[in-house]
């Protein structure tokens, strides 16, 4: 292999060239209409235009991205994470077309993708998981308010496809109920072409911590540690980091030991995530989801173990990558990654799109790391997700990995677009932050204090 196209763009197109430029491949760029004169562009040996602005005409379109492969006479594909990473047709089609699939088997995409397989896939390989329902299809309502009551109150109604917290809501009592439903199943079906949505038991006091896994799709598979995620934003995150503050050793390494059980009972290949949702007082923990792409947060774990979870990707999909003994994976100090948008903290976090009039990335501080997508005088477009920047802040304590995430950011000017550096600040330097006291519930708690 010594040419990759990245099926993508921003941040991650530009992040896996530069491990292809370590490793001598070529990289191949895709882009829309409105990223003509984008960075990932820009960084590429060679880039082909698919279409219009739109994800939908763009990003989206599986024939434009295997036209441009075959024009570029490129050998892989990688698909970074968000539009088609976990669309196991694409990954399918890749390989029928003689190329080399940078992921997991189109298999285990798909049953990984539906969350209701994925549930019965966890069961069966020991995994606990939450309480839930099973699926109702959309327009289908009949034992819906029996099976809630089953599960419990509150609840979650969520999408049986897709991610994002994208038809996902909250139910409180069952007066609520069959309006939030039919309302998450038709999100969803926008969404994802799919309005299957399934009830699962709310856990108020929550925490969202996954592992980072590696599959050889032979049985053996290695974890890298976990990412605590639990500060989120409408069910997005914000920031993450690992260790997972507080959360004790035993816990720890059960939820390891059962994502390595998932990935060996499954035969799953290569990077993907775990996700679990733990009760913050009993640590006990469920099983939510796999993710069957590399992880916009995937920094986090690479800074404390040291290890190119990319480079990982190619090596395995090339032959060259020996599975490591689990105790060979050392994790070393703290890292904490703070995801920088283009939004608006004061109005719901509504996203704010423009021009980067400013925008300086802080160099030279010790333990800083920042990827991006976006240089100085880029146009931050309506189209796509607003995310502009990450920054990872490493360190050999939580503390001092907290309070240089907090200093690099303060050294990290951005102008022309509304955005939430401050509130990401204020969200480090928050006293319940800084002690650990984490939770999925923290931006609500706390918010009016952030902003």
């Known amino acids: 292999m010594d040419r990759l196209l990245v099926a993508n763009r921003g941040e991650i197109a530009c992040r896996v060239m530069r491990t292809c430029r370590a490793l001598g491949i070529e990289t191949v760029a895709v882009y829309s209409e409105a990223d003509r004169a984008a960075a990932h562009v820009a960084m590429a040996d060679q880039a082909y235009a698919i279409g219009p602005a739109r994800a939908s005409e763009s990003y989206l379109r599986q024939d434009a991205i295997l036209d441009a492969a075959a024009r570029a006479g490129a050998q892989a594909i990688h698909p970074g994470y968000g539009f088609l990473s976990e669309n196991a047709g694409f990954a399918q089609a890749v390989q029928e077309a003689g190329l080399t699939w940078i992921g997991p088997r189109p298999e285990s995409i798909r049953d990984m993708g539906d969350k209701q397989r994925a549930r019965e896939l966890a ?41 994002g917290g994208i038809g996902m809501r909250r139910v409180d009592q069952a007066d609520g109920l069959m309006a939030v439903v039919e309302a998450s199943q038709s999100m969803a079906a926008k969404a994802f072409g799919n309005g299957a949505v399934f009830l699962e038991r709310y856990i108020p006091r929550a925490r969202h911590v996954e592992i980072q896994v590696f599959g050889f799709g ?64 009993s640590f006990d923990f469920y099983f939510l989801e796999m993710n069957t792409r590399i992880q916009v947060e995937h920094p986090v774990t690479e800074m404390i173990t040291g290890r190119d979870l990319v480079a990982m990707q190619i090596d395995l999909a090339r032959g060259n990558l ?48 920042v990827d991006s997508g976006y240089r100085e005088g880029d146009e931050i ?49 928050h006293p319940a932050f800084a002690a650990g006291d984490v939770h999925t519930g923290f931006v609500d708690l706390h918010g009016k204090g952030l902003c």
Not at 264 to 278: C, D, K, P, S
Not at 401 to 408: F, I, L
Not at 413 to 424: A, K, S, T
């Open 123 to 163: 069961i069966a390989a020991g995994v606990p998981v939450v309480p839930g329902s099973g699926r109702f299809e959309t327009g289908a309502l009949d034992g819906i308010a029996q099976s809630a009551d089953a599960v419990g109150y509150p609840l979650l109604v969520k999408a049986v496809a897709g991610g």
């Open 218 to 281: 032979d049985g053996n598979a290695v974890h890298l540690y976990e990412r605590d995620c639990s500060l989120q934003r409408r069910y997005q995150k914000i920031i993450e980091e690992s260790p997972a503050p507080g959360l004790p050793a035993a816990t720890r390494a059960r939820m390891a030991q059962a994502a390595v059980d998932l990935c060996r009972a499954t035969r799953y290949l290569g990077a993907g995530t775990v996700e679990f949702i733990v009760d913050a007082a």
């Open 322 to 369: 020996a599975m490591p003994e689990q105790d060979a994976i050392a994790a070393s100090g703290h890292a904490i990654e703070c995801r920088l948008y283009a939004e608006d903290p004061k109005r719901m976090f509504m996203p704010s799109p423009g021009r980067l009039t400013v925008f300086r990335p802080p160099a030279g501080l010790p333990g800083i790391r």
């Open 381 to 429: 477009t309506p189209f796509y997700d607003p995310m502009v920047a990450k920054l990872i802040a490493h360190g050999p304590d939580r503390d001092t990995a907290r309070r240089r995430a907090a200093d690099a950011l303060r050294q990290f000017p951005v102008e022309g677009i509304r955005n939430n550096r401050d509130f990401l600040i204020a969200c480090l330097e």
